[in-house]
């Protein structure tokens, strides 16, 4: 990384050239400026010539000064040599207290639009410069560094911020001459969205840059710091070699299309920023999701802290949880929402809100084992479950709306404008969905009153959920499929297979009789060739003209049928189980229509698979996320990484590169035989196991077993490939780089308690140890050739 900074008449950097890639030119390449009322003051308009000192490993400016009689800014820069890159540090005084309308500390004005792809926020969001469509398009976010990246070059360069005590945000402008402005202000109090009147949270405008309110400076001197460093976009963010799809553009899906729904720090969800009212549906049980395929601890802290602000501010006192957050009321019910945006949607009522919640914390905890953090969450999870159970008026297991009848003419659920009501299957089964995640994260917070409550509703429900529609259940027997709802009449509708209903029974473990789940999957296959469409529809035939909002109709149109990729990864997990080659041709079809138009629409088109809609969502990725989840078998969780591959044999070695909990991983997926491994250690098998490590200890969990069966102790590079494990016989084969009696300690669990078990290196005996009364059983070994095959047999 290379810098010229000019200082004379006025002070900026002139050049800034990035691994042979000059992406700042000119002589407003970066500068600070001061916007009061109308008139901007800038280091382009010095008073006088600054002055130049030669300092340890770098230069100083000082004496940078600008503004007129009766405000006068100064400012001193330093610009050090560092290993990571370039610091550059600004201290700025005023001569008095001022209300600025912006102030740019600096703004750096990149030479093309096109220079970067995009920016990775702090908080793991995204400026995707494609969406800056026209010029004069400015978003604005709350983040201290920006990781500027493009695939093409492979170019990236992080710009961190240091400004203690103070408050950070940024903002991007497609300029007037098609440049990239990017302004950083550093302010006392956060910076404030200017518009809209009344509610101020526009974070993307068009036609403007003023994308944050005027506020004020207090005089004196204030000091922040820029850091430059250099990255490879391939090195970082790279996702190794991923054979039979197309690699380049599943990055690509995952590193913008699935970030979109990050709108600011705090305001994490599926609608992209772009769109006109910035809406957050928190009635989506994939956010944390869709984290497993974006993979960057960036995206998982920030969405901790967004829960964090869900949990304080979208809960009401009772337990209800608000659907939605926008830019503004105009989606609103008259009166329905608070100070911090958070609303009920004027189409209903939709209670999947309230489970989705606690989906997304229970998922966002095993992707990050922060017990810590999750712990905060058990009171408001707790209150949003119990909300809802309460609505089971019957004692069934089926909660109920608040609606009873479909000719009420509202929603419940993430369909909202079609008029489901009382017993409804969609909201029904992400709450089980919900249920069975937070049980489990009740249990390891030793609340075992709790997590027994949480099971058993959930065992009720799934017995009712799974009974003909003749016994109060959802099954239908003549349509061979699960129903939407049934009316408090008993009246049922939303016959017509609904995709999402049916593929949650299924992916959430609701539906275990193969018999159905073969009947609603072929049914839906069948359909899909008959009409060669590229993606599942909402669903594969029309509701009744009763059942939705009336211009959903001729069928098909909009949610009465049309193509919404947001349940990709519930239909490639309920084909993954099933019929893996299925669900790869569904992803493979997402990824051609990629290179066709980038995925940037809402939805599309049932009769010409056409794109549609003024948003693009962040759904749109999942079923490239249900890749690396369902068929790839990626599965963090809270103490280990669990791998469980479904993979075709056009995938077979396959190599992933994966981030888990500061570690590196390498993932292979071969025909029946997997490993993942990290700097030190390597784990083989044939079937799906769990993996973790630390810095001299590796743990092996077998099959799908949350306890690890093995511990080993070593502070030497090791593999283990595991031929069979049971609780009788185990066997496994090590190798080590070093010959030199390395010394082990394997620590056996989930074994016969009380027993006696015979030890055997390549077929020698070594000796016989009993297990303790937990079943555990340790060996202490001195590895002397570098490959040997241990066997353990119960005597």
Request: glycine letters at 8%; proline letters at 3%; a neutral charge.
């Amino acid at each position: 990384m290379s810098m010229v900074v000019n200082y004379g008449n006025k002070a900026s950097i002139t050049s800034l050239i990035v691994n042979g890639q000059k992406v700042v030119s000119g002589t407003d390449g970066a500068f600070t400026s001061v916007k009061v009322g109308s008139i901007t003051y800038s280091s382009l308009q010095l008073k006088g010539k600054p002055i130049l000192s030669s300092i340890p490993d770098g230069i100083q400016i000082s004496r940078i000064s600008y503004g007129d009689k009766e405000l006068t800014i100064n400012e001193n820069w330093t610009f050090l040599k560092q290993k990571e890159g370039i610091k550059w540090r600004i201290e700025r005084s005023f001569s008095k207290a001022v209300k600025v309308e912006e102030a740019a500390m600096p703004v750096i004005n990149f030479d093309r639009i096109n220079t970067w792809e995009g920016a990775y926020q702090g908080y793991g969001g995204i400026a995707w410069f494609y969406l800056f469509n026209e010029k004069l398009c400015t978003y604005g976010v709350h983040t201290r560094s920006s990781s500027f990246w493009n695939r093409k070059t492979n170019n990236g360069l992080n710009i961190t911020v240091d400004a203690p005590d103070k408050e950070v945000a940024m903002k991007y402008t497609r300029t007037n001459e098609d440049q990239m402005a990017y302004t950083i202000t550093v302010a006392d109090q956060e910076m404030l969205p200017r518009l809209d009147s009344g509610t101020n949270r526009r974070r993307f405008i068009r036609k403007g840059t003023d994308v944050w309110a005027p506020f004020n400076i207090s005089g004196g001197k204030s000091t922040q710091s820029l850091t430059f460093s250099y990255f490879d976009y391939q090195e970082k963010y790279g996702r190794g070699k991923l054979v039979g799809v197309n690699a380049g553009q599943v990055s690509a899906v995952l590193g913008t299309i699935a970030r979109i729904g990050v709108i600011d720090s705090l305001h994490f969800g599926g609608n992209s920023w772009a769109t006109p009212y910035g809406p957050i549906c928190l009635h989506e049980q994939y956010i944390a999701q869709l984290g497993l395929g974006i993979n960057d601890p960036n995206y998982l802290n920030g969405y901790k802290s967004c829960l964090d602000f869900y949990r304080d501010h979208a809960i009401k006192p009772d337990g209800r949880v608000y659907p939605r957050w926008a830019y503004t009321n105009e989606d609103a019910m008259p009166g329905q929402w608070n100070k911090e945006g958070f609303y009920e949607a004027q189409w209903g009522i939709l209670m999947d809100s309230n489970p989705d919640l606690v989906t997304n914390v229970a998922e966002l905890y095993d992707m990050t084992g922060d017990e810590k953090w999750v712990k905060t969450h058990q009171l408001s999870c707790e209150k949003a479950l119990d909300w809802i159970l309460k609505r089971d008026s019957n004692g069934n297991g089926l909660v109920e709306m608040m609606t009873d009848f479909t000719g009420q003419k509202h929603s419940s659920d993430w369909i909202d404008i079609i008029w489901a009501s009382y017993e409804n299957a969609f909201v029904n089964a992400k709450l089980y969905h919900a249920l069975v995640k937070w049980a489990a994260v009740e249990r390891l917070l030793h609340n075992t009153a709790k997590a027994d409550q949480y099971e058993a509703f959930a065992s009720k429900l799934k017995v009712s959920f799974n009974k003909p529609t003749s016994e109060g259940g959802f099954w239908d027997e003549e349509k061979k499929c699960y129903v939407h709802w049934r009316d408090k009449d008993n009246s049922i509708h939303g016959r017509n297979m609904v995709t999402p209903v049916n593929f949650m029974a299924i992916a959430y473990g609701i539906c275990e009789d193969q018999t159905r789940q073969k009947l609603i999957l072929d049914n839906i296959e069948a359909q899909m060739r008959h009409e060669k469409l590229f993606f599942w529809p909402l669903a594969m035939t029309s509701y009744t003209p009763a059942e939705g909002k009336e211009y959903q109709y001729p069928f098909p149109e909009y949610e009465n049928g049309d193509l919404f990729l947001s349940w990709g990864a519930l239909g490639v997990k309920a084909y993954a189980n099933y019929n893996p080659a299925i669900a790869v041709k569904y992803v493979k079809n997402v990824l051609e229509q990629y290179g066709k138009d980038g995925l940037a629409y809402q939805r599309y088109g049932r009769l010409k698979q056409d794109g549609r809609g003024d948003d693009i969502l962040s759904g749109n990725s999942l079923s490239i996320v249900g890749l690396y989840q369902a068929v790839y078998g990626v599965n963090p969780l809270y103490n280990r990484f669990y791998l469980d591959p479904h993979i075709t044999p056009e995938l077979a070695g396959t190599e992933l590169k994966y981030n888990f909990r500061g570690q590196r991983l390498i993932i292979n997926l071969d025909n029946d035989n997997y490993s993942i491994s990290n700097k030190t250690f390597k784990v083989i098998s044939p079937k799906s196991f769990g993996f973790n490590a630390t810095a001299n200890q590796l743990y092996y969990f077998n099959g799908s077993n949350p306890h690890a069966a093995l511990q080993v102790t070593t502070d030497k590079p090791l593999t283990l490939k595991f031929n069979n494990w049971g609780q009788k016989k185990m066997e496994w084969e090590q190798s080590i780089t070093k010959s030199s009696a390395t010394p082990l300690a394997y620590l056996i669990s989930e074994l016969s308690s009380n027993t006696q078990y015979k030890i055997s290196v390549n077929g020698r005996f070594l000796q016989k140890v009993s297990s303790n009364s937990k079943g555990e059983l340790l060996v202490h070994y001195k590895a002397l050739h570098l490959k040997e095959k241990i066997n353990v047999d119960e005597e």
